[in-house]
């Protein structure tokens, strides 16, 4: 059987950040690693079988339909590169604008991914179904309008994977390449931020990937003290 190219790069995200993380961790792991993994990596395999694979069906159908209309003006209509690069920064600008939102009005769906007191890799999986299912329903209208193509968006997600568990992951990388990254992706200090409970009320660093939406959007900032910071939720 063949293994689809993106549960490669999520299998090797995993143990490469895994062992990273075992072996150099920022914080104190948690006391109930077994409980905290098994609810996170359970939603994570429900999000992937159940949400996606229905999403799935509704792509196929949606590149079927426009493969039949080849007049509908699309990134199509663009050089590849040029197509590949836009369609790369459309898909991680919708998920910064769709982060924002549900910070804004889908607190009660996105708060469960915060109440993670202990972010680790698997914290990246812990999401609620509603907002993986609204968020990839509204992005296969994107997809649709904008004519990205399968291979532009296996490219997209299989960065987009790695940039979740990397940022996610409880690996204490040096805190000056930390730094270093963080001007042009998400790293695991600029996450905790985001997740950190001091930040409830006026959070920040809600890009996916690239943290240009955060410096367009004057919601990068990157933590003063990062040892400090306690994930978890206070409303
Ligand atoms: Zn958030
Ligand atoms: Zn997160």
Not at 3 to 29: A, C, D, Q, R, S
Not at 195 to 205: E, F, G, K, L, V
């Amino acid at each position: 059987m063949l293994i689809p190219p993106k549960t490669i790069v999520i299998g090797f995200g995993l143990v490469l950040f895994g062992v990273l993380e075992y072996l150099m961790p920022f914080f104190e792991p948690s006391r109930k690693p077994l409980r905290n993994l098994s609810l996170n990596f359970g939603l994570g395999l429900f999000n992937a079988i159940v949400i996606s694979s229905t999403i799935l069906l509704l792509l196929n159908a949606g590149w079927e339909i426009r493969s039949a209309h080849p007049e509908w003006i699309g990134l199509g209509a663009l050089p590849e590169p040029i197509a590949l690069i836009t369609s790369f920064l459309l898909l991680d600008l919708y998920l910064y604008l769709w982060h924002r939102a549900m910070h804004r009005w889908g607190w009660g769906i996105h708060r469960l991914h915060h109440t993670d007191r202990h972010l680790n890799l698997s914290t990246a999986y812990r999401f609620n179904p509603i907002e993986v299912l609204l968020s990839q329903l509204l992005r296969v209208m994107l997809i649709a309008l904008f004519g990205i193509t399968p291979i532009q968006l296996l490219i997209y997600e299989s960065c987009f994977s790695l940039s979740l568990i990397f940022h996610h992951s409880n690996w204490s990388l040096p805190q000056r390449l930390d730094r270093l990254l963080s001007s042009l992706i998400i790293t695991p200090n600029l996450h905790r931020l985001h997740h950190s409970q001091s930040t409830d009320a006026h959070p920040c660093n809600f890009s996916s990937l690239l943290t240009l939406w955060d410096f367009l959007g004057h919601t990068h900032h990157y933590p003063r003290y990062p040892k400090s910071l306690r994930s978890g939720t206070r409303s």
